[in-house]
């Protein structure tokens, strides 16, 4: 049982760049978050979702985007990457009932 | 958004030691949960609290769900060098819009010298 898995681990990207963290869950579960997580700081919720075709914002959305197509997939995009979204994000899901999140491993970012 | 808040914000300590933690909070929660971190992985879950007064044990890790549900506290017995990492608390509420999000501590970061 695979879990959460997240890709890709690694990345950097120039100032500007786009991209798209790609998260999957194989646990049927309907919500799924994006955080990010920075020295100090902890875990800050970016976007979430409560099922599938649905997006709400977080505590930090501004300059990322999210989408759901598929219940098993969430997907995190950075349209023009900044050196401020360098971090590490987090990838979690839920199952309806349960207060339990079950995290990734993470995808380490770098925006130079 | 809130942040619960969490202590110590790291140990050193030496192998054997028993260890404390807490996180508090102005507001209610109804479920509190306790995760670690190992470097370079993400958060795992060590216990999850449901109920007031709770007291729940995993291993050599005991956690509680304080009376007022305002606080909780996770403790490690004789702790070995595989303990080390960070460890965080999470609360969530069931009411209202807030349902489905979790209120994370800052860390503890434990460091355990052999």
């Known amino acids: 049982n695979a879990g959460v898995t997240q890709t890709p681990k690694f990345r950097v990207l120039k100032t500007g760049q786009s991209m798209t963290l790609l998260c999957a869950q194989d646990m049927n579960h309907e919500y799924m978050y994006w955080y990010r997580q920075d020295p100090g700081m902890g875990l800050r919720l970016i976007h979430y979702?409560?099922?599938?075709?649905?997006?709400a914002k977080g505590e930090v959305p501004d300059g990322y985007n999210v989408s759901r197509l598929k219940k098993q997939n969430f997907l995190l995009g950075l349209e023009s990457a900044a050196p401020s979204q360098t971090s590490v994000y987090f990838c979690a899901s839920r199952g309806a009932g349960e207060g339990i999140q079950y995290f990734g491993a993470g995808t380490r970012l770098s925006v130079l | 958004g809130q942040q619960l808040n969490q202590s110590p914000q790291s140990m050193f300590i030496q192998e054997g030691e028993d260890v404390s933690m807490n996180c508090t909070s102005s507001?209610?929660?109804?479920?509190w949960l306790w995760y670690k971190q190992e470097p370079g992985e993400g958060p795992v879950l060590l216990i999850a609290?449901?109920?007031?007064?709770e007291l729940t044990s995993n291993g050599r890790l005991t956690a509680q769900f304080g009376i007022t549900r305002k606080d909780s506290f996770l403790n490690i017995s004789a702790s070995i060098p595989s303990d080390v990492g960070i460890y965080f608390c999470?609360?969530?509420?069931?009411?209202?819009?807030?349902?489905?999000?979790?209120?994370f501590g800052k860390g503890t970061l434990l460091t355990v010298n052999p």
């Open positions: 609290l449901y109920k007031a007064g």
């Open positions: 979702s409560v099922g599938e075709g649905t997006t």
């Open positions: 507001s209610i929660f109804n479920t």
């Open positions: 999470a609360g969530q509420r069931d009411s209202g819009g807030s349902n489905y999000k979790l209120t």
